[in-house]
């Protein structure tokens, strides 16, 4: 089974300034089959990033991903106010299992 | 634009089948895609539970497949979700969910509907 661990958990920050998330796979994994989402309270998770690095639909380009093998980062180049939230990666392809999620105080 | 909506009861009692239906609505359902359920407990993070195909094709968590049964009624444009024996673990906020593939990132999301297992 593959574990996806979120570090930190919560990430305090001020508006304008870089987060950066990490994502460590428990076993490597193509770069292909990783995701990012984000969640607002009361509200369902949106994509961010699919295949590791590419943005999805109308995501704001101050969002970012990379990485390889068993470690991933999001990260977000200069935070506004809407950005604050929860993090989540996601691991597909063989089996779909999420992180426990990242979040983003001011 | 694709919307998809859950109903069903927000209160089961334990030992109980948990039923949830997912309205897709702007698109047409036998199209292709992969339509399923997610669910997250209060104050913690996500759990697939399953996927299912239009022509009826499934994929369960293993964790939970002993229990799961997905569905789809094309004609209707829904899917649904039946979760046996349910215990207070089962109690949760269920989102229906739209992917490329069965088991692929979510592109689509229902808002969310909260399921509450007690007696």
């Known amino acids: 089974e593959i574990v996806l661990t979120q570090s930190p958990g919560t990430l305090s920050l001020s508006p304008g300034e870089r987060a950066t998330l990490s994502c460590r796979v428990s076993q490597s994994i193509s770069s292909s089959y990783l995701a990012w989402y984000q969640q607002k309270p009361d509200q369902a998770p949106r994509l961010l990033i699919y295949?590791?690095?590419y943005r999805a639909t109308g995501i704001p380009d101050r969002f970012s991903g990379s990485g390889s093998g068993t470690d991933f980062t999001l990260t977000i180049s200069r935070l506004e106010p809407a950005d604050f939230a929860v993090y989540y990666c996601q691991h597909y392809g063989t089996s779909l299992t999420f992180g426990g999620g990242t979040k983003v105080e001011i | 634009q694709v919307q998809l909506q859950e109903s069903g009861p927000g209160l089961v009692k334990p030992s109980e089948t948990l039923s949830l239906t997912c309205t897709v609505s702007?698109?047409?359902?036998?199209?292709?895609?992969?339509w399923g359920w997610i669910r997250q407990p209060p104050g913690k993070g996500l759990e697939w539970i399953g996927t299912?195909?239009?022509?009826?094709?499934?994929y369960y968590n293993p964790s939970l497949k002993s229990r799961v049964t997905i569905s789809v009624d094309t004609s209707k444009n829904q899917f649904s979700l039946k979760l046996s024996s349910v215990t207070a673990a089962d109690t949760a906020v269920y989102y229906c969910?739209?992917?490329?593939?069965?088991?692929?990132?979510?592109?689509?999301w229902g808002k969310g509907t909260t399921v509450t297992v007690s007696s």
């Open positions: 969910a739209r992917s490329a593939a069965a088991m692929y990132y979510i592109d689509v």
């Open positions: 702007g698109y047409s359902f036998s199209s292709g895609y992969y």
């Open positions: 299912i195909y239009h022509t009826g094709s499934t």
């Open positions: 295949g590791a690095s």
